[in-house]
């Protein structure tokens, strides 16, 4: 079981940086995958980014180029590192994690965070 808990949510501007950093509580195993989803009112739930234990990324294209996914040593801190940031990233971000070894997006993530807002205007 793994309990996550991310911060670093802020409001910024257009063209803004920002980074998310999530904890991650082990209680037996590490999780063999971690990332970040994303939330906007009106919008359905979105993967973001994800990496795995071997250090493969992988990224949505809406942030592709823009967003950086990254993890300490002992693979149980993960960061988004969030550059030119616009409008439409706003959105509730949540860290999440998973035993799958296969780290895809499309895939289910058991474990989640109580998210933290990021707010970016014009």
């Known amino acids: 079981e793994v309990q996550v808990v991310e911060s670093g949510g802020a409001s910024v501007q257009d063209g803004g940086s920002l980074r998310l950093s999530c904890a991650a509580s082990?209680?037996?195993?590490?999780?063999?995958?971690m990332g970040w989803f994303r939330q906007a009112p009106g919008k359905e739930r979105e993967g973001v980014a994800a990496?795995?234990?071997?250090?493969?990324?992988t990224y949505a294209d809406s942030v592709k180029g823009r967003f950086t996914i990254s993890q300490d040593n002992a693979k149980t801190t993960l960061y988004l590192q969030m550059n030119d940031l616009k409008p439409e990233d706003t959105a509730m971000y949540y860290c999440?994690?998973?035993?799958?070894?296969?780290?895809?997006?499309?895939?289910?993530?058991?474990?989640w965070g109580q998210g933290t807002q990021v707010t970016v205007s014009s």
């Open positions: 999440v994690a998973s035993y799958r070894v296969g780290c895809a997006l499309r895939y289910e993530y058991k474990f």
């Open positions: 082990v209680y037996v195993y590490r999780p063999y995958c």
């Open positions: 990496i795995g234990s071997d250090g493969v990324a």
